[in-house]
């Protein structure tokens, strides 16, 4: 009997992966890794309004048929095609999960044409619908050529416009002889992208988003290509961090872009490596420090700081480039800010702290400056407008290579990892070169002291103004509070509640009816369990007389409660929601009750009960009864009160409560 094994849809993974992108350039970031990959020294890039796709072409070392990667044993041009079948090495290599390329495949036209050293002629395929017409049966057999270019304009591009017919000019028969004796271009006709052209663009540079893509979140813009002359840099901080661009040969990139006086297209050069701000420009005024400009956001101050250190045997780059944020904002011209959308992408989304892997900007990582070993730095949080912090290092990237995989994060949160970071800022805040970065940090500490100081003025004033608006009640006969009215809680105040709470419980008398629904508190804590009461004022301070509170402004059983329905007994609210008999009330600790019965004081609803309380994962009940009580509803029936209503809006949940009058 033969063995039963797995069955896997080939059609499907690839369905599943073609797709997986969260921005639609991911495509050209994935052919950019693998030409680099391949050797490449030259990238062009075209995109093509009429057809609503791409032309991608690289002078690497081509996709071969006759030879096979020693280490994976498939020829490149078959693993081109291939799921889990990649050329690369883990760790050494940008692509080595093979399935970038795979992005190609989610259009309705795909072509390729390839040609490697050795070889006399071109080899081209065509595959159409390529998600659904690809399989492991499918023929991948390429047609050689000796005339391209022909190919290129007669077999794929057909019926060319305008805008299509320039790019075949530039793509003629001299392209082909004299720029493509190696290399690979790939053509997706119909790509599966809204708003095609808006991603796509063959707009002026400070407007095109693509253009701006590809410096920021790509392999042309790799983040450890840092300067002297062009970034400001110190010689030594860029010999530790261009230490590892030893592998990464530099290639020169191209885009088609249409002239928008001329009407024309012409391939523009995409500069090298990660677009830092330059350092001051002749002519310019010296810019005013943090600590004295008049306001941070006006700020133009600069700053240039970079390491590498070694965690785990691995090497990792930081890079900390400082520019205020008015030199921001006027230097970065192409990216969005309030006043405008410039090319697409905003000025936030390459501020703060950054991850990059092998070079290449990943995602932002603020937890960086939460974690415990970084609180003497956290206050940089409050100031991320003014700067980009990148971390740099052979991170493990997740399927569609837009966020870190576990063992990354795991790295980034180990203890020693992170405090080779905090090393390397509390020695820039100590030595002169760091001084931006200490002024900033105290400016920022002043400021963010200040404007809190300014919202705890601001919260008083308005409690002040809005106290006459609010609700307000008068306990009768009792001489002591008749002529001194007590104000109804509001939302977000527990702590009120549990305060009136406490107070009242002092001045119920023994034979009232409703005191067993008063236990006395005995302690008050902001943290953890609010109070513990006395069950029986006759018993001694024990747990079996012992009763632990919590104060709610509301509940409601459609709201899980935020303690353990287990250990409390008792849930003291001013605005509650009654629920049905035999409807659930859970926390968030995974415990849940049932309601058991409504709770009343001559025959006015002040509560109900909560039991038969139980983990969710465990069938066994627990003997255990929690009391949901409302204060307003325990005050009315206790006492003879009188009400004033306010004149601010009341709730909806409030409103239909009656009132004693």
Known sequence: MAPLTPVQSFQHTLREISVNRANPCELVREL????????????????????????????????????????????????????????????????????GSKLCFASRRFSVITRCADEKKWRWKTVDNPKTTLDITYDLTATQTETPWLVLRDQILVDADERTSAILEALGEDFFRTEFTQGTMLVVEDFEVDNHAEYFSVKEPEVNYLYNYIRFFTAHGDVRRIDTKEHGFRPSDVKAVRSSLKSVKACGMEI?????????GALREIPLGWPYLPPQDKGEEPPEQPQVVKALRKGRFLARYATAFKHEDRTYQIIFAIDGHRRALEKYKSLGRQSKSGSGIKLSEVRGVLLASNGIVVCPYPALLDHTSMRDFSILQEGMEHFVFIINGNFELVTNRDALAPSSLQVLRDVKFVEQVRTFIQQLRQQKEGDVLAQLMDRLNRETTRHKEDQYINNNNRLRDELRERETFVIKGIPALETRPFFAPETGEEHFVGALYTMFAHLVEQGNPASKFWSRPLTFAGLGIDALALKDEGGQYRNGNLLCVEYKYAFSKDDEFNHPLNITDRIVCWDLKYPEIGELVADIYNYEGVVKSKIQIKGQDVGFSVSDVRHRNELKELEHEVMVLSLRALINATFDVKWRPGSKPVPAAQSKKKTAS
Do not use: H, M
């Open 32 to 99: 950019i890794s693998n030409s680099y990959d391949a050797g490449a020294n030259r990238i062009l890039v075209f995109p093509l309004i009429q057809k609503k796709g791409l032309l991608f072409f690289d002078n690497g070392k081509g996709l071969s048929e006759a030879e096979k990667d020693k280490l994976n044993d498939i020829e490149p041009y078959r693993a081109f095609f291939s799921i889990g079948k990649g050329t690369k090495t883990k760790g050494e290599q940008i692509g080595y999960k093979c399935q």
């Open 256 to 264: 088609w872009i249409v002239d928008d006086k001329t009407g024309k």
